[in-house]
């Protein structure tokens, strides 16, 4: 069963615009972990945030961490036409040796 | 491109019936990684192998097996096949064994479809 929720589980915007994509996941984690996923692909990772840590960036992204909440963020900055994929936040519980994986978030950026 | 390989790209088959799908993990990864994507389910890890060994076990059927062989290719078996079990299986691999920290890379996936 999923331990991770996206929201919006779609998401339509221009280029240039900024997205921003929620996670939120229920048992506590050593570190949750974003991919991207285009239609019928495999899944890329984009970036990594572990418990200890409350913000991290990469490029465009900036990903920000709220334990207490038990929730994630992702922001991609300046979009693309290139960025309009499938957005999955992976939370790793430290409680067994697992990864659970959220619904997804569609984004579609529209030139 | 990742640079990990599956086949076939897509399967198609009956119930009851069995499959093998087959991974090829980047160079010099050790681990791969098999993960099942369906729509009801979502994206879920059924088992990681390191060097050989079953190192990590997730949400896989006990009709499901897998294997890592010497030369580090990895094959999932699925037996006695439901149509629940059509989705979209995918592989990935990373240097080590570290399931939560390692970077995975993602082959293409493999589609069966169970008619």
């Known amino acids: 069963s999923q331990q991770g929720e996206e929201d919006p589980q779609a998401l339509s915007i221009q280029e240039g615009e900024n997205a921003t994509m929620n996670c939120s996941y229920k048992?506590?984690?050593?570190?949750l972990q974003w991919y991207r996923q285009n239609s019928g692909r495999g899944l890329v990772h984009l970036i990594l945030?572990?418990?200890?840590?409350r913000e991290k960036h990469s490029g465009r992204l900036r990903v920000t961490l709220d334990t207490s909440k038990k929730s994630s963020s992702l922001l991609i900055t300046a979009s693309r036409a290139a960025d309009t994929a499938s957005y999955f936040c992976?939370?790793?519980?430290?409680?067994?040796?697992?990864?659970?994986f959220g619904t997804g978030t569609s984004l579609t950026v529209i030139p | 491109d990742s640079g990990v390989t599956q086949t076939p790209k897509h399967l198609i088959t009956a119930t009851g019936q069995r499959v093998t799908l087959r991974c090829s993990p980047r160079?010099?990864?050790?681990?791969v990684y098999w993960y099942q994507q369906s729509l009801d389910q979502g994206l879920q890890f059924l088992i990681q192998?390191?060097?050989?060994?079953?190192?990590a076990k997730g949400n896989i059927l006990e009709r499901f097996s897998a294997q890592q062989f010497p030369d580090l290719h990895s094959e999932l078996n699925l037996s006695s096949l439901e149509l629940g079990d059509s989705a979209l299986y995918f592989c990935?691999?990373?240097?080590?064994?570290?399931?939560?920290?390692?970077?995975?890379?993602f082959g293409p996936g493999t589609r069966l479809t169970v008619l």
């Open positions: 945030i572990r418990s200890n840590e």
């Open positions: 990935a691999s990373s240097v080590g064994s570290a399931f939560s920290t390692d970077t995975q890379y």
């Open positions: 048992t506590s984690i050593n570190n």
């Open positions: 160079s010099g990864d050790l681990s």
């Open positions: 192998y390191y060097n050989g060994e079953e190192r």
């Open positions: 992976a939370a790793f519980s430290n409680t067994g040796n697992q990864f659970y």
